[in-house]
């Protein structure tokens, strides 16, 4: 996905990188210090952010949009502003200017010091900040499924013992997932990582029938008889009965009150809208 392609471009470019994954619980002290057990003692440490921008490396934040909007807030200002006051006093700046009336130590942030923001689409499944919007200082770059026949053959080198027909039904059914998905008729987003959980399964396990290996990606989709119902056409037009793809539907006779229950938490998360 998103980090993979970063990496390869990373290591095309040959440049150094520092790595961290955000998170709903991020806090803003977070972004600066790393704690770490050293000779059981607990000592904190500069956080790879605070390394990258010293070192001028490359730092890749993965997850940015679960983030708390305060921490975003100051990913921002780093950005714009260019600098950031650390917990012990000192402060990251783009130009420094040595030691200021306080005492507190300025940090040049080194020139080469860049920023990759990885964050998924606000909404479901997702459920995220819409970065885009909050943090309108970076420079956007949509990433998007690959086409067809690049899909194809990535998924070829992954499933070399998959047979190519069977990968080309693959890979149609998702092009149509997606589409549904452009069009309204479906909501969760197919990506080519559930793509590639498939024809891994299959080319690791070649005795077992696809709608095992489907089984994994589509299973929370058996609780909806309307998806059920959009999803049929989908997998029919490819040769995959929706009854063998998506398992035997919920019985709903033994307990109803169990069924509504997961129908009223899909219902819930597609209705969620940020504001």
């Known amino acids: 996905g998103k ?10 470019l040959n440049l150094e990188r520092e790595y961290m994954q955000l998170h709903r619980d991020t806090t803003v002290a977070q972004l600066t210090v790393t704690p770490s057990i050293v000779d059981g003692r607990l000592l904190y440490e500069d956080s790879p952010l605070v390394r990258a921008a010293q070192l001028g490396r490359v730092l890749v934040l993965d997850e940015a949009d679960k983030a708390p909007l305060e921490v975003v807030v100051v990913l921002k200002s780093l950005v714009e502003d260019g600098q950031l006051t650390l917990p012990d006093g000192r402060r990251l700046a783009r130009f420094a200017v040595g030691t200021n009336v306080e005492g507190s130590q300025t940090i040049q942030i080194h020139k080469d010091f860049r920023m990759f923001v990885l964050a998924n689409r606000p909404g479901f499944p997702f459920l995220g900040n819409d970065l885009i919007r909050e ?7 949509c990433l998007d499924n690959p086409d067809a026949a690049s899909e194809l ?5 992954i499933a070399p013992n998959v047979p190519e027909s069977l990968l080309r039904t693959l890979v149609g059914i998702f092009a149509d997932l997606r589409l549904a ?6 909501q969760y987003p197919y990506s080519t990582r559930e793509l590639l959980a498939v024809v891994r399964h299959l080319n690791r396990y070649p005795d077992e029938p696809l709608d095992v290996a489907l089984g994994s990606i589509l299973a929370f989709d058996r609780f909806d008889p309307a998806v059920r119902e959009t999803l049929r056409p989908i997998f029919e037009k490819r040769g995959v009965p929706i009854a063998t793809a998506l398992g035997a539907p ?4 033994a307990s109803p009150q169990h069924s509504q229950t997961w129908l009223r938490a899909l219902a819930a998360l597609r209705g969620v809208k940020l504001g």
Do not use: M, P, W
């Not at 980090?3 to 095309?12: A, G, I, M, P």
């Not at 053959?153 to 080198?157: I, Y």
């Not at 998905?181 to 479906?186: A, C, D, F, I, Y």
């Open 3 to 12: 980090n993979r392609v970063v990496d390869h471009l990373l290591q095309t």
């Open 135 to 141: 943090a309108d200082v970076f420079t956007i770059f």
């Open 153 to 157: 053959h990535l998924v070829k080198s």
């Open 181 to 186: 998905v452009e069009e309204g008729r479906l």
């Open 250 to 253: 919920l019985d709903e006779s």
